[in-house]
T-cell receptor, first 112, second 113 residues
Framework: NAGVTQTPKFQVLKTGQSMTLQCAQD?????MSWYRQDPGMGLRLIHY???????DQGEVPNGYNVSRSTTEDFPLRLLSAAPSQTSVYFC???????????FGPGTRLTVT | AQSVAQPEDQVNVAEGNPLTVKCTYS??????LFWYVQYPNRGLQFLLK??????LVKGSYGFEAEFNKSQTSFHLKKPSALVSDSALYFC???????????FGKGNQVVVIP
């Protein structure tokens, strides 16, 4: 099993550009989530999904969109990047119930 | 909404000494509590969880945590710290009635040889 994979590992965007952060898991987990990690603030939940076709907002959803068309994939879209979205983004998955989460290696995003 | 407080930014401990990382939580329902560890430039790794049952929970790499309902705490402990335990530690809580996990800001643990 590859576990949770994220691409790209690093990305630099200009303000106003759009992009999609990719996340995939091969463990047939129902629950998937996106977090951003900022110094001194820990991890904050952006969006999460409890299964294909079902998504919900987390603590900091503004400026981000998600969709879950398959169990395996959970992409995160930035429609118009802002410097405040400079962060490290982590995707995670877990079996039904969202208890023990498996994290991807992260994507470091810089918006200039 | 659920929340977690990790009051110390950094914990320094000598190798071989006991290690404690503090965590207090706030939830409206029954708490599900977790500890994760993050090594430099890596994703988070699960250490242990408390859902119900025995208040002392044992996890990976010799770590354990004690659930204290009256003090709303879930402190992480290790009897004898190793230099390789130096990392960032996160406490997290989930209200049993929802699917959202709230993380604390993290504690940097430095184990001094």
């Amino acid at each position: 099993n590859a576990g949770v994979t994220q691409t790209p590992k690093f990305q630099v965007l200009k303000t106003g550009q759009s992009m999609t952060l990719q996340c995939a898991q091969d463990m047939n987990h129902e629950y998937m989530s996106w977090y951003r990690q900022d110094p001194g603030m820990g991890l904050r939940l952006i969006h999460y999904s409890v299964g294909a076709g079902i998504t919900d907002q987390g603590e900091v959803p503004n400026g981000y969109n998600v969709s879950r068309s398959t169990t395996e994939d959970f992409p995160l879209r930035l429609l118009s990047a802002a410097p405040s979205q400079t962060s490290v983004y982590f995707c995670a998955s877990s079996p039904t119930g969202g208890l023990k989460q498996y994290f991807g290696p992260g994507t470091r995003l810089t918006v200039t | 909404a659920q929340s977690v407080a990790q009051p110390e930014d950094q914990v320094n401990v000598a190798e071989g000494n006991p290690l404690t990382v503090k965590c207090t939580y706030s939830v409206s329902g029954n708490p599900y509590l977790f500890w994760y560890v993050q090594y430099p430039n890596r994703g988070l790794q699960f250490l242990l969880k408390y859902i119900t049952g025995d208040n002392l929970v044992k996890g990976s790499y010799g770590f354990e945590a004690e659930f204290n309902k009256s003090q709303t705490s879930f402190h992480l402990k290790k009897p004898s710290a190793l230099v390789s335990d130096s990392a960032l530690y996160f406490c997290a809580v989930r209200d049993g009635g929802n699917n959202r996990l709230a993380f604390g800001k993290g504690n940097q643990v430095v184990v001094i040889p």
